[in-house]
């Protein structure tokens, strides 16, 4: 092995390293979070939600610190150790994830128009059991509903006049289609206007360039990620290959 290919691979080593450092970081640090909301809920003051959907939350965050962590872990040990299993292992892991990155954005891309049908269909079959005490998922519907509306500060799946079909609500809405200081007295004159599904597509209409510069990057992050590690295990593996017969 000649001396660029040494330096290259020290180069790529410590690069890898910091990358994945940051990701174990960050992983440590979502899952902390995570717990933390876990172990506080009824206690966070002022949360805008209910306690099923910040358990939720929690567990999303506890699941996702883990995995991020996990492969960060992986990718410092793997390129400080210079450890062919480990960085195999990463490999594996982040390729994995990526392709089912790939796989499930383009199948939101093909079938956008489906993905917004059965979110409005799932937001008004919950809205109708909201109501009803006797439906399933009563509760949870009641859970989810309110947490979009307080939260995004929408009324209705498309407008506020989507409660007015059902009988509980034909002469108000839900106090969470109204503001806080207004919930007491909500009625459909001081309601948000917007439904729930229009402001989610705003959102990501006028937002659609910070969201594909961020796809964008994490895809880098991850191809470069891929691409060091095989190239490490593969310097690792013909430094072996050379070291073995100059050592006897």
Known sequence: MNSLQVCCGEF???ILFLLNFIFWAAGGAILGIGIYVKV?????PDANVSEDTLNSASLFLITLGCI??????LGCCGSLTQNRCM???YFALVTIIFLVEIVLAITIYVK?????TVFTDEFKDCMSKY???TAPLHSECIDVVNTFQSSLKCCGATDPTDWETYSNYSTSPPASCC??????????????KEGCIGVIENFVNSNTQYIGFGVLAIAVIQLLGMLFACYL???ILKRTVYEEPHSL
């Open 12 to 14: 790529i080593r410590m």
């Open 131 to 133: 109501y009803n005490e």
């Open 68 to 73: 991020v962590f996990v492969i960060g872990l």
């Open 233 to 235: 295990r593969t310097l």
């Open 40 to 44: 506080s809920i009824g206690k966070l």
């Open 87 to 89: 960085l195999l292992l």
């Open 112 to 116: 956008k128009d489906s993905v917004e």
């Open 179 to 192: 503001p806080v200081d207004k919930q007491d007295s909500c009625d459909y004159g001081i309601t948000y």
